[in-house]
């Protein structure tokens, strides 16, 4: 799985007023971990995880009435950036009648009821499980799965789209030895 990436990232960070008595890298550490821990960058098709390293802090620059210095920076964050036809390992987390959701790093996509399960499949919304009809293959909240993306959207709606389908995929389960 090459989803978790280090990426490279330049910047102008910003540190307010209350952060200027912490030493520098300190302070610039923090800005970019509350501004950009978690973050979907859907212009690069990422999200943010988790600050990495501080390669270079340029010098500050004050502007006239504005309260905050700014430091050009360049540093790395690990990423999660889903790639098409990628395997993905996750745990379903809901059911619902048009498909399945599932957990896939810090984000869930969304297995298609026409994409579970190469069967017909119907769904038992009081137990909110798939079933099988000739397989009897079970799909339920907590199972873990191993699915391919097959479809990436960061618009208004951030959209992840997988199938179980494919020979090999589906709930890890299926696969055990009787």
């Known amino acids: 799985m090459k989803m978790y990436k280090i990426v490279t990232v330049k910047d102008k960070i910003k540190v307010t007023p209350e952060k200027l008595g912490l030493p520098t890298r300190e302070a610039i550490e923090k800005v970019i971990e509350e501004t950009l821990e978690g973050k979907i960058d859907s212009k690069n098709g990422l999200i943010y995880l988790s600050l990495f390293s501080i390669e270079k802090i340029e010098e500050g620059k004050i502007y006239p009435a504005d309260p905050n210095v700014y430091y050009q920076t360049t540093f790395k964050m690990l990423v999660f950036k889903p790639e098409l036809n990628e395997l993905v390992i996750g745990e379903v987390v809901d059911n619902t009648e048009f498909g399945s959701f599932v957990r896939i790093g810090p984000i869930d996509g969304?297995?298609?009821?026409?994409?579970?399960?190469?069967?017909?499949?119907?769904?038992?919304?009081?137990?909110?499980?798939?079933?099988?009809?000739?397989?009897?293959?079970t799909l339920k909240i907590g199972d873990k799965v191993l699915a391919r993306i097959i479809s990436v959207s960061w618009k208004?709606?951030?959209?992840i789209g997988l199938t179980m389908r494919q020979q090999g995929l589906g709930a890890l389960h299926w696969f055990k030895k009787k």
């Open 156 to 159: 208004e709606q951030n959209k």
């Open 110 to 137: 969304l297995v298609h009821i026409s994409q579970l399960m190469d069967d017909y499949v119907s769904f038992d919304k009081k137990n909110s499980v798939f079933l099988g009809k000739q397989t009897k293959k």
